[in-house]
């Protein structure tokens, strides 16, 4: 039975979609500038009633064409699309709870031998479950922190919003791969804790929360200002482990012949001096 959080995601995607990006007329009063449900029913070829009904969270069960349409007529991206049919599901996915949080002793040894190279592992929720030195000497000695969770340390570590120099794009992406982890397995006791704990903690998390936007792992580009080392540009890697629910691997990487090389290239010598 489709979930209140289904529910409430729809509603979001619905609001944030101009009519006029999908060829429909702008005229008219609008209570929101996001579309009507009429007109999502319209797009993806259901009634509106039907559609009324996923809205409110009612006793239907969308059928995998269903959930395409809404799919496509919502513009949701290839991430989105997969948080709509897990939420979806009637049932929860089969997870292995008590494995998840274990890392593979070869993708530790591979952290082992990156070591050049800043890298971790983390699962859906962003805790950091491995890491090696260098990504401790960019990042924070992550053996210390409070909580060893890259949300926790963004929104509760004060030396995050000077670390990230753009604090804002970094916790938004971050909020978004939570949520992905919550339509991954919505019971989860430990990621429900986080979520409560960031809500009462920071009016921000709050605020972006609720838009709903869901992301996992990617490519692109961060940048950082090192306490010792300065602006450093640099290029990273989140890949999904195989034979894992969510644990991905994150790495570091700069252009070749660039100053953030040089400067990675001193935070190794660093390193293995200590």
Known sequence: MPTREMAEFLRSRRDR???????????????????????????????????????????????????????????????ERDHLYRLARSEPAPLRRHEDERVDPGVLRLLERLDRVPAYVLNGRLDVLAWNA??????????????RNLIWFAFCDPRARSFYVEWELMARHGIAQLRAATGLDPGNAATRALVEELTERSPEFRRWWDRQDVKGPSIGRKEFQHPQLGRLSLDYVGMLLPGTVDQQLVTY???AGSPSEAALDELAERVAMR
């Open 17 to 79: 979609i101009r009519p006029e990006t999908v060829g429909l007329p702008a005229g008219g009063r609008r209570r929101a500038p996001g579309l009507r449900r009429a007109e999502v029913a319209q797009l993806a070829g259901i009634s509106p009633d039907y559609y009324m009904r996923l809205e409110q969270g009612r006793s239907v069960r969308p059928s995998p064409s269903v959930l395409d349409a809404l799919a496509r007529a919502l513009l949701l991206n290839p991430d």
């Open 253 to 255: 990487t700069a252009a």
């Open 134 to 147: 260098m990504s401790a000497a960019l990042v924070t000695d992550f053996a210390a922190m409070p909580r």
